[in-house]
């Protein structure tokens, strides 16, 4: 768990974010999938971490490092250990504040395609740890991803070096660890004082684990596929507390505590979920830790199963009577992760870790393609109150809007973050699985360069995404708060949100599917438009060019509205370049879209409109001038987009706004019609 500090200090922010009840607070919920369940054949592991709705989370990559003999790692609560001579680069998901001192890197790669993630809390019961005491100075667990990851080149040595630390330093607070490689998954739980037991995971079983020891039965003599302290049996037998099956130890009846209802909650839920056909009952005597299934996992079940709030059970968290359910997807996540670890891959580039900032819920699972060497600044803004530069602020604002009514604010977020997770899925499948395996060969550098560059781009995106969701939440929730409609007027119908990255025809669609016409008063803040007609057009800036385009057949009216500061999509760039130019056809763009995870009816901003029109200029063989054009916000752009805006900036196809590019400001019609008239 968490320090008492940092507590104390997220208990003042949740005032802003909470709108969540605190039953929820204070633990993890770890999954692992063998490959042999896995629905690709590639075993998975991944973690919530939960303690805080306001809680600061970042992604950082960390070069390699070398050290002096002597020089020791040392944390805030006393613990020491030795540091190697050099230490491998990492790159992992670390507190955002560090004040106090503590880090809690949670989850992560190294250079050597080794993953973990640190820890599940869990407590021993009265008896072990009265007979072998957790120490002062041990291991504490936001210490254990700092201390392991960066020193170890395959899975064993982890927990070898876990077993190292726990019988020379000691505990000082009961955790369950996960180490994973491409040949070896190693599942291990810090029981007490000095006393562990970690296996070798089995390619056809998986996980759930809550704050609670799992293991069953365990044949210490098995060297090759456990790896357990000396004292384990031995301690328990002379204090009279060993638990014995088939004259082996029973590690859960031995060490665990007593099981207590949040527990209960997820072990029942979370098994189930992965596996309905099994139906275990909520109060059967125990719950194994390896489960076995003729089902195939996905990893999209994977990020549901970290989003399940048993949704459609009599255990549904979001019925008020069962206000005291514990969810695996509770409001409380700081972040939720769930690791790939891709046998195909090469070794040093390991697998794939999806991250979700915010609880999951409402936030898009980004992600992170092994161990990469940078991420987009605002996945590294640090520091322990909101701002909109922040990516985990940006996205925990969406989920705690959309879950003040699921059914309101929430329900469409999640389908677009839906979309956009299966978008990436296939890509993935389709082209990055290649491109990646096949850079890794010409170099692990270059390989490297090419999982940083994509990674940061799906991160610029998702960032981006959330961002004008905010917007558009926090304009819906002012719309909606005083709209009777809301508090239970049954003549008061309200249009729920619906974010504009949908596309109008979704909206639409959704609309019609409720009941709404087109006429009816909305919520919902989509810019209509201020100048409707020929005279109120008179005074816009714009009236000009969008009286040509519409004269010219580039573009039409809304409604028989000009709808100037109307939003406009992608698809009506393309709809342009099409009308503009008979040799173009908007299909031919449709694998550059694919590309970078841009669909038609996605809001069309100017870092779109930039790759779109570079494209375009590219394929009908516009010379593209040499001038260069200067904008204050250069340096903040991607780099995969630099030279497109330098392209249309020097073409004069787009405008600076205010001597900055502004890669993410929305496209309105006016601004699209003078485009249509440039190019």
Known sequence: MKTFVKKALSLALIGVFLLSPMSEVLACTGVIVGKKVSADGNPMIGRTEDWSSAYNKTVIATPAKTYKKGDMYKDVYGFTYPMPEKTYATVTVPDGYQDDGDVFEATGWNENGVTMTATVTATANDKALAADPLTDHGLYESSVVSVVLPRIKTAREGVDVLADIMNTKGLQEGAIVVIA??????????????????????????????????????????KEN?????????????????VEEDGLIHVQKTYA???????????????????????????????????????KISIKKLMEFQRTRYEGTDKDANLPKNAKVRPIG??????????????????????????AMGNAEHSQYVPIFGPITDTIAPYQVPGDQYTPESAYWTMRQVSALSEINRNLYGKYVREYNDLQEKTILKRIDKELDAQLIQA????TEAGRELATKLSMEYQQKAYDDATLMAKELNTYFLDVSGNPGVNGYPDRKTKPYIPSLLGQERQEQILKELGFSNKAASAQPLDKGTATTEDELAKHWAKAPLEKAISKGWMSKVEDKFAPDKIVYVEDLLAILDAKDPGFKAGSLDALLDQYAIQKTFVLNRQSAALILNAYAKEAAKPIPTRLVQISDEASLMQWVKEPVAAVLALGWLSPQAGAFNPANQITRGELAVIADRI
């Open 181 to 222: 490689d491409q040949k070896e998954i190693w599942y291990m739980e810090l029981l007490t004082g000095h006393q562990y037991v970690a296996i070798k995971y089995p390619d056809d079983a998986y996980s759930v684990f809550p704050n609670c020891f799992m293991l069953g039965k365990v044949d210490v003599k098995d």
């Open 226 to 242: 456990v790896v357990a302290s000396k004292n384990l049996i031995n301690l328990a037998k002379q204090n009279g507390f060993l």
């Open 257 to 295: 505590e007593p099981l207590d209802s949040r527990n209960r909650d997820r072990l029942w839920g979370g098994i189930n979920f992965l596996d309905p056909d099994k139906k275990i009952p909520y109060n059967a005597a125990s719950f194994d830790l390896l489960q076995k299934t003729d089902k």
């Open 330 to 355: 509770t409001v409380e996540q700081e972040h939720a992760h769930v690791i790939q670890i891709k046998e195909n891959y090469p070794k040093e580039l390991g697998g794939i870790l999806w991250v």
């Open 440 to 443: 890794y060969k010409t170099s």
